[in-house]
């Protein structure tokens, strides 16, 4: 039988960690994706991401939605979790609906839950930060049917992020005008010249049941899909409904779902807020975001990053080089990516290596399984 539903308010951080990382290919594979990877440190992503949020929420009240390629390796990874709280797609459907899943059962659970959402595969730097921001945003979306999104200050014209545009003062926040998805560069370069602009970090605080009622409103098939779906969790009937229902919700972001229609309603009307935060965010979208994060900490000589054992350079600067065995020497080259594993080979350029993704939706189509 379900657990009696809890009736206090209590947060419950949600990792969303479903993504393949192709854009870190050939490291990031299916089964051992960018979040999986120590790609900064000792510990994985994940790793990561769970221990900074553990002193606001225990590991029992922690959830992470992923894909059935992931799961056995957080299994492993992070075995003070909760089993039943790993919940593993029959197939992705973009964050929209993973969101309204965990917002579902957990409302079930707790009406009073306040929901953290987190990517499992971001950098922040200043952990004590990120926690006094996180907990200015817990108190925000506990005050009311408010929506909370950690913003980031930029730092030039990215035409990869979203941008929250920020209005007046508020809730010791400033409220939300609008979300714009991934600007040209034009109008990124716009954003920055005006000031109050703010990245899109992907980490959003509200409560349950203010999330479920905007699912309700502006994606009510996919919320009356993952109502039933939460209905079912905890039985024995749950991994059926799931396999049964899930691929029939839309395959839609978040962003595109609830913030950019709930942003039209206006800066007053909406009850979104943007907290902006300085506490060293890095999403590592690439080899080439990973090069100038590692580099601004580590401060290479000549700029090389060099991981693995027998590489020689000469004339060489502003290379990154992660060898697997091999000798590598690299000779009058400048500002490449080159990686190398048991079974694969990337050269690239720094400026070209966003397009690193394309290799693997091309190994997709010639189904070449063994390589993805």
Aim: aromatic fraction near 8%; charge should be positive; hydrophobic fraction near 40%.
């Amino acid at each position: 039988m379900p657990a009696k539903p809890v009736t206090q308010t209590k947060f419950y951080p949600v990792i969303l960690a479903g993504g393949r990382g192709t854009r870190f290919w050939p490291v990031s594979r299916r089964r051992r994706a960018k979040q999986l990877l120590a790609l900064d440190g000792k510990q994985t992503m994940i790793q990561q991401t769970m221990a900074r949020l553990l002193p606001s929420g225990s590991p029992d009240s922690c959830w992470i939605i992923t894909n059935q390629d992931s799961y056995r390796e957080i299994l492993r990874q992070l075995p003070r979790l909760n089993k039943s709280h790993i919940i593993a797609e029959p197939v992705g459907r973009n964050t929209a609906p993973a969101i309204g899943l965990a917002a579902s059962i957990l409302l079930r659970e707790n009406p009073k839950a306040i929901l953290g959402i987190f990517p499992s595969d971001h950098v922040i730097e200043d952990v004590q930060e990120f926690r006094r921001v996180l907990q200015q945003g817990i108190k925000i979306a506990t005050a009311g049917d408010n929506f909370v999104v950690m913003g980031i200050r930029p730092n030039r014209p990215e035409t990869g992020y979203g941008y929250i545009e920020a209005g007046s003062q508020s809730e010791n926040a400033l409220r939300v005008r609008r979300f714009t998805e991934k600007p040209d560069a034009a109008r990124a370069a716009n954003f920055i010249a005006e000031g109050n602009y703010y990245w899109n970090s992907g980490m959003f605080i509200w409560s349950a049941r203010t999330l479920m009622e905007a699912l309700q409103e502006h994606l009510p098939k996919t919320a009356k899909l993952v109502e039933e779906i939460a209905a079912s969790f905890g039985t024995a009937n749950f991994s059926r409904v799931f396999r049964q229902l899930y691929p029939k919700c839309e395959n839609i972001s978040i962003d595109y779902a609830l913030l950019e229609p709930q942003s039209a309603k206006g800066e007053h009307e909406s009850n979104l807020y943007c907290l902006p935060a300085n506490f060293g965010w890095n999403d590592l979208g690439s080899w080439t975001a990973l090069h100038e994060h590692q580099s601004a900490k580590l401060k290479p000589q000549d700029g090389n990053l060099i991981s693995g054992a027998g590489v020689f350079t000469l004339d060489a600067t502003g290379n990154l080089i992660q060898t697997n065995g091999k000798f590598v020497a690299a000779i009058g080259v400048h500002d490449l990516v080159i990686v190398e594993t048991d079974d694969a080979l990337l050269i690239t350029t720094r400026d070209r290596a966003q397009d690193t993704g394309k290799v693997v939706k091309f190994l997709d189509e010639k189904k070449l399984d063994g390589l993805v």
